[in-house]
């Protein structure tokens, strides 16, 4: 037989029979619970007589989404006679109610006997299915679609990745122990998926805290009749914030010092060619410690968080994986309470070092210049203010400092980035066209444009969220986790975030932000998550080399650059500016907020290529 539909008659609901066994029968509404009459349309009488002692599959009597067990089959006329002897009872009941109140009202004896109508219990020897839940009809905001995370076809040459992918082989116990700690909770499955429409589903149906459990409400009944609302809710993920913290995780409070951390032992380990930052942040995982490195240690060793490599120990604590691959790269680490810090090697010995500037003189650059612009530029942004008294001295084109080698790094890497704007030999050995051959921000550009698309409904690890960006991205992101315990954020801190068809860039800012953090590029084509504090205020040195020469614009240019950031570039504080006419470089030390302004002006302006 045909689907068809009835009428329940106290709440007008339009109800679909697909089970000819239930004609004739006596049915709860789903929506009212009303007892209905399934009568068979005129033209299915002599279809249904026909079939009456067949056995057929039992279905369902729905409306829309909401399912009704159906009856067991049973002798006719019994059901027949069961039913007629409740409704004989329950008129000698309303009888003697009639009888005993004479003196009420029509309308108050309606409203008594128009109660919530309820359904009597069959015999003994009937077996009925557990009653359903009777659904609310509360208007739903449909799911988004599933985020697909889009790729950009051009990827720029500094970031592209390893030839030789990372292999790594753990004991099968390290293994399980990571599965189980990287699982995410699954979705419970308290509904048969195939009685629910998956448009109907969206994050209110998820508990809020943990995601374990689909909460108790029921989905909205809409009948075929039924008009959509003129003005429908928006769509959830316009409404939902970009990120919120789980509220029910508890940090505990006593943290284990790293050092206890560091002398876990294992069975065995073999990486092969992986990234430095990939492998710390394994030994991250396997001893629940944040390990953090800044971009300043990576480049005064000579290296990005690109650089591969490789161990095979066996029977060894985390402390000596750490420092076997760490010292061949000059680095070297340090424990602060709960943290892992790895540090340039060395990099507070004091030294005296003279620099040749004899290359660099001509014209339009003095030996007075040069010493001014390492004064203005250099000296603030790599020594913290009023900590030490940097000593330059000058003479014969030679410029002498004595200082520790931290502060001497960045010497040589602003003198060779001079040259290498003007398109002159470099003095020393250091990789600084690899390193920092141009900006940050000229290098990602192309990557951080491209849209994204991600949703982490459940409670994810920050370091979960974190992996997966860089897997996506193709750039590494390295964590100041120091800086992130200041905003009670840790590696295992669980968060959930979406962000939906924007750009990279704007996407972690939505996350990042309130959260109290922000993201800067460094050099060597990768990507910091820091504090917002540091992002804006702490001050970075970017070189730009122009498209053409500003000429008579120079002052005018200058002009409208010192007005761009939240601190100014001149006139407050140690942010400075200032210009090389010989080589078209435009020097700028300003915070990474800044930074990323001043970069998109020239771009807008044509002074740097996009």
């Not at 089959?73 to 069961?82: E, G, P, Q, T």
């Not at 309303?94 to 309820?118: Q, W």
């Not at 020393?428 to 921000?441: Q, T």
Request: charged content about 20%; aromatic content about 4%.
């Amino acid at each position: 037989m045909e689907l068809f539909k009835i009428t329940c008659v106290t709440c007008n609901a339009e109800l679909s029979v697909r089970n000819r066994e239930i004609i004739g029968q006596i049915v709860a509404c789903p929506r009212c619970e009303s007892m209905v009459q399934v009568e068979a349309p005129a033209d299915a009488v002599a279809e249904a007589a026909a079939v009456e002692s067949e056995q057929v599959p039992v279905d369902d009597i729905t409306n829309d989404e909401i399912s009704v067990p159906p009856v067991p089959s049973m002798a006719k006329h019994r059901l027949v006679a069961w039913t007629l002897a409740c409704f004989a009872v329950g008129a000698v009941l309303g009888g003697a109610a009639l009888f005993l109140r004479g003196d009420s009202s029509e309308e108050e004896i309606a409203k008594e006997n128009l109660g919530p109508a309820r359904i009597v219990a069959p015999p003994k020897s009937v077996e009925v299915d557990a009653p359903i839940e009777v659904p609310v009809e509360v208007p739903q905001p449909s799911l988004p679609e599933e985020p697909v995370v889009e790729e950009d076809a051009v990827e720029p040459e500094q970031v592209v990745p390893q030839e030789i992918p990372p292999q790594i082989e753990i004991p099968s116990q390290i293994i399980d122990a990571k599965t189980q700690a990287d699982a995410r909770p699954p979705v419970a499955s308290r509904f048969d998926a195939l009685d629910l429409d998956p448009d109907t589903l969206d994050l209110a149906t998820l508990k809020s805290a943990s995601g374990e459990q689909m909460v108790e409400e029921p989905l909205a009944v809409a009948s075929d009749n039924e008009t959509p609302p003129k003005n429908p809710q928006p769509a959830l993920a316009s409404t939902l914030p970009a990120v919120r913290r789980d509220p029910d995780q508890k940090q505990d409070k006593t943290i284990a010092q790293a050092e206890k951390l560091l002398e876990q032992r294992f069975q065995a380990l073999t990486v092969k060619a992986m990234p430095i930052s990939d492998f710390l942040n394994l030994i991250s995982q396997l001893g629940g410690v944040p390990i953090s490195v800044s971009p300043r240690q990576l480049q005064m060793a000579g290296i990005t968080s690109r650089q591969s490599v490789s161990l095979d120990t066996k029977d060894f604590s985390l402390a000596e994986a750490l420092r076997r691959v760490l010292k061949p790269l000059h680095l070297e680490y340090t424990t602060v309470g709960p943290q892992v810090v790895v540090v340039r090697q060395g990099a507070a010995t004091v030294r005296t070092i003279d620099y040749s500037l004899e290359d660099l003189l001509n014209s339009t650059t003095r030996l007075e210049d040069l010493l001014g612009w390492v004064e203005q530029l250099v000296v603030p942004a790599a020594l913290p203010p009023l900590a030490q008294t940097v000593s330059l001295k000058t003479s014969a084109n030679t410029l002498s400092i004595e200082q520790a080698q931290q502060f001497q790094y960045q010497v040589l890497i602003f003198l060779e980035r001079l040259r290498l704007a003007r398109e002159i030999p470099l003095r020393s050995r250091f990789p600084v066209k690899r390193l920092a051959g141009s900006s940050p921000h000229a290098t990602l550009a192309a990557r951080l444009r491209a849209s994204t698309t991600f949703t982490f409904s459940h409670y994810t690890s920050v370091s979960e969220v974190v992996r997966y960006w860089q897997q996506e991205l193709g750039i590494p992101i390295l964590v100041d986790w120091p800086a992130l315990a200041t905003v009670s954020l840790w590696p295992n801190s669980r968060i959930a975030c979406a962000a939906e068809n924007k750009p990279w860039s704007e996407s972690l800012d939505q996350v990042l932000e309130p959260l109290g953090l922000g993201w800067r590029a460094v050099a060597g084509g990768a990507i910091e998550i820091t504090s917002a504090k540091k992002v804006q205020t702490e001050l970075q040195l970017e070189l730009y080399r122009l498209e053409q020469e500003l000429g008579d614009q120079a002052d005018r240019v200058l002009s409208e650059l010192r007005s761009i950031g939240e601190n100014g570039i001149a006139g407050k504080g140690p942010a400075s500016i200032a210009y090389d006419p010989a080589g078209k470089v435009l020097m700028v030390l300003q915070s990474a907020s800044a930074q990323r302004l001043v970069y998109q002006w020239l771009v807008d302006k044509k002074l740097a290529t996009d």
